[in-house]
Nanobody, 124 residues
C-alpha cells in the first residue's frame, strides 16, 4: 500500500517562503514519479509540479514556474516542494501524489495515489 504523508504547511505573508515535505517508502520512490497538486477553496484540484523517479526531469505548472522547486532525496525517502515568492493565490491544500510517470502526473486531475494534504495560507 502506498502511503504519502505531507508536512510543512502553514501561514506565511506574501513574498515569503515555505518548504513542504512528503514522506513515503523507499519502494514508492523507486517505482513512481512523484508530484504535488493543490486545491483552493471552491476550485478544482490542479497540478503543481512533478519529478521523475531518478530526479533527472521535472515539470511545473506555468503559475509556479520560477518560484517553486520540486526535489527528492531517495536516501531520506522524501520529496520536497520549495515555495518562494508566495502569493495569496497560492493559498490551497497541497497534496503529495504518486503515479506511473511524470507526464501522467502533469496531465491528470486524479493521480493514482495522494496523501491527506497540508494547508498553505498566504496572507496579503
Amino acid at each position: 500500500q502506498v502511503q504519502l504523508v505531507e508536512s510543512g504547511g502553514g501561514l506565511v505573508q506574501a513574498g515569503g517562503s515555505l518548504r513542504l515535505s512528503c514522506a513515503t517508502s523507499a519502494r514508492t520512490l523507486r517505482t513512481h514519479a512523484m508530484g504535488w497538486f493543490r486545491q483552493a477553496s471552491e476550485k478544482e484540484r490542479e497540478f503543481v509540479a512533478a519529478i521523475t523517479w531518478s530526479g533527472g526531469t521535472t515539470s511545473y505548472a506555468g503559475s509556479v514556474k520560477g518560484r517553486f522547486t520540486i526535489s527528492r532525496d531517495n536516501s531520506k525517502n522524501a520529496v520536497y516542494l520549495q515555495m518562494n515568492s508566495l502569493k495569496p493565490e497560492d493559498t490551497a491544500v497541497y497534496y503529495c501524489a504518486a503515479d506511473v510517470g511524470i507526464q501522467t502526473l502533469a496531465t491528470t486531475d486524479s493521480p493514482r495515489y495522494w496523501g491527506q494534504g497540508t494547508q498553505v495560507t498566504v496572507s496579503s
